[in-house]
């Protein structure tokens, strides 16, 4: 794979169920970020995380976990979903905090 | 607050010159990047600006001042492909981008 990769492409589900959004980048890069697009608004930074073993939280994390076990995978966890977690949700990665940002294809999710 | 203001939308021709706006009001500055957004793709970059002036890359150009807060995306001989949404952000002092909605660009033959 070359860039970064998320899955699945869509999901639905229903309201109450856990999810995981999965996010895998092949640049090495130190920084990766998830972010939620809604008609009408500018992506939201949701989670991200400078370095692995490191997170930090972005302008609406509520109802939202992240992990980065090390430096490729950066998996976003809805433990209990709810219909306003109805979004697109991108990953993106810089090799550094302040370049441009790398962005998968995003996961288009359904909360019922 | 943190602001971030483009056009919602724009129309131009083919083979035009179209010009869009975007203003700012962050807590501290870092840059502003611009992104194009195809319909259900991912926003891909297309430029950074840190210092005041103009960027020039090919058909597209961006311009910052810092101190009126603003900048622009300049996009010259339009194509078709061209029609997208294009995204202004800026980084603020912590690092973050902060994301305007979006300007929908329309080209018409």
């Known amino acids: 794979i070359a860039g970064i990769t998320q899955a699945p492409t869509s999901q639905i589900l229903a309201a109450g169920r856990r999810m995981t959004l999965r996010c895998t980048q092949d640049m090495r890069h130190n920084a990766m970020y998830w972010y939620r697009q809604d008609l009408g608004l500018g992506l939201r930074l949701i989670h991200y995380?400078?370095?692995?073993?490191?997170?930090g939280k972005g302008e609406v994390p509520d109802g939202y976990s992240v992990s980065r076990a090390n430096t490729d995978d950066f998996p976003l966890t809805l433990a209990s979903a709810v219909p306003s977690q109805t979004s697109v949700y991108f990953c993106?990665?810089?090799?550094?905090?302040?370049?441009?940002?790398?962005f998968g294809p995003g996961t288009r999710l359904t909360v019922l | 607050g943190q602001n971030i203001d483009q056009p919602t939308e724009m129309t131009a021709t083919e083979g035009a010159i179209v010009q869009i706006n975007c203003t700012y009001q962050?807590?501290?500055?870092?840059?502003l990047f611009w992104y194009q957004q195809h319909a259900g793709e991912a926003p891909t970059f297309l430029s950074y600006?840190?210092l005041d002036g103009l960027e020039e890359k090919g058909r597209f150009s961006s311009f910052l001042s810092r101190s009126k807060g603003y900048s622009y995306l300049l996009l010259k001989e339009l194509q078709m492909k061209d029609s997208a949404s294009y995204l202004c952000a800026v980084m603020d002092s912590n690092y973050q981008l902060i994301w305007g909605a979006g300007t929908k660009l329309i080209i018409k033959p």
């Open positions: 600006n840190v």
């Open positions: 993106a990665s810089s090799d550094d905090g302040n370049n441009e940002q790398f």
């Open positions: 962050t807590s501290g500055f870092n840059g």
């Open positions: 995380s400078n370095t692995a073993g490191t997170t």
